[in-house]
């Protein structure tokens, strides 16, 4: 619990769980910068254990606002594709550059959000169904990067963004695949050593803050319609593409330096 009488971590903490808290009410891909947030105090893994159970508890409670608004037939093509992403992560994590993966998601999430803000193509392009193929891809890509960054957003947002589903439906769609992939974390989680009983505390200590600002995205979003909704979680998915180039870039500068 010394982590709990660090200044800096407590600061850290604060804006960490309150993004993620955002995300989680319904703003898509803010919370893929909430484990960068902590990992400026502390070591990445540790960041990435300690809003792990955040992020469980906080995927409860979405759960239960957006009950009712799942498109079934995503859940069913995306969950088995991240089950096997989520494994690959798992074996994979201690051969894996982390550059790499982020420099990967970056691009692809930046050029799609492009693609979706200033081209008026691709607004006007009629709603794509669940495809199978597409699904099973990014769905395995989704799992594999939730496991190793906890960024399974972007390739999730990719993937479904082109369905134009209503705005609940897509909340509701993300929060339960994203409910179920970070409890099938758990175990290789554990497995790794990454979860301990001061971890889970500090955790819990932080879960007020996690609820509260969960409940203040719930109600932000909501005051949105499906068009405005769309263009927010674009810009967002943007500038998390911009960040993870960003961050990519300057791991390779250390590494070579």
């Keep these: 619990m010394e982590l709990l009488h660090n200044p800096a971590f407590l600061v850290a903490a604060f804006f960490a769980v309150g993004v993620a808290g955002l995300s989680k009410g319904g703003f898509a891909g803010a919370g893929i910068i909430a484990t960068p947030i902590l990992a400026l105090v502390i070591p990445p893994v540790e960041a990435a254990a300690i809003m792990l159970p955040i992020l469980l508890v906080q995927d409860a409670y979405s759960l239960w606002t957006y009950r009712g608004t799942i498109d079934r037939r995503n859940i069913m093509i995306l969950l088995p594709a991240a089950v096997v992403g989520i494994a690959a992560g798992y074996f994979l994590a201690a051969y894996l550059s982390e550059f790499v993966i982020s420099a990967v998601i970056g691009v692809s999430s930046t050029a799609f959000a492009v693609r979706s803000l200033f081209f008026a193509k691709a607004e006007l392009a009629p709603a794509k169904r669940a495809d199978v193929p597409a699904g099973l891809f990014w769905g395995a890509v989704s799992g594999f990067t939730s496991m190793i960054l906890h960024a399974g957003g972007p390739p999730f947002q990719i993937y479904v963004q ?44 932080l879960t007020p803050l996690a609820l509260a600002t969960n409940y203040l995205g719930i109600r932000l979003v909501r005051r949105f319609s499906t068009e405005s909704f769309y263009k927010i979680i674009n810009i967002l998915l943007l500038l998390v593409g911009l960040k993870m180039m960003w961050s990519a870039g300057a791991d390779i500068v250390r590494f070579y330096s």
């Excluded at 134009?164 to 509701?172: A, M, P, S, V, Y």
């Design 162 to 205: 082109p369905q134009k589903l209503e705005r609940d439906l897509f909340i509701g769609t993300s929060t339960l695949f994203f409910a179920v992939v970070n409890w099938i974390k758990v175990p290789p989680y554990l497995m790794l050593g990454e979860l301990n009983l001061d971890i889970v505390k500090v955790a819990l200590t």
